[in-house]
C-alpha cells in the first residue's frame, strides 16, 4: 500500500481530473502511462516531471481522446519512496494551470 499522505493526494488529484473531464479514472497522477504519438503530436505538454500524467490526461481527455487504464503492481518501499513535498506542489500546480487552460 501506498503511504497515507502518498494515497490522500492521489485521491484527491485523481477526483478532480475526473470531474474536469468527465473521466472514471482510478489514479490520475501515476507516473507509470503510455501515451500515442497521435496525442503527444495534438497536445503541447508543458510539464515534464510529477504533474505531467495530470496535465496529458487533462488535455487528452479536452482534445477528444479516450484514456485506457490497466491495471499494474505498485510496489512502495518506504526507504526508496520518500513522500517529498515538492512533488506534489508539482503536480497540484500542474491540476491549477490546466483549470486555466479550461476557462474555470
Known sequence: ????????????????VNK??????????SGFCGYTTKL???IKVKTYRYGAPV??????????????ELPHPVIYKKSLN???IDQYIEIFSSLK????????
Open 1 to 16: 500500500e501506498p503511504p497515507d499522505a502518498r494515497r490522500i493526494v492521489n485521491i484527491m488529484i485523481t477526483e478532480a
Open 20 to 29: 474536469l473531464t468527465n473521466s472514471n479514472l482510478t489514479d490520475a497522477s
Open 40 to 42: 503527444l503530436r495534438k
Open 55 to 68: 496535465e496529458i490526461a487533462v488535455r487528452a481527455r479536452v482534445a477528444g481522446f479516450e484514456i485506457l
Open 82 to 84: 520518500p513522500i517529498r
Open 97 to 104: 494551470n490546466e483549470l486555466k487552460l479550461l476557462h474555470f
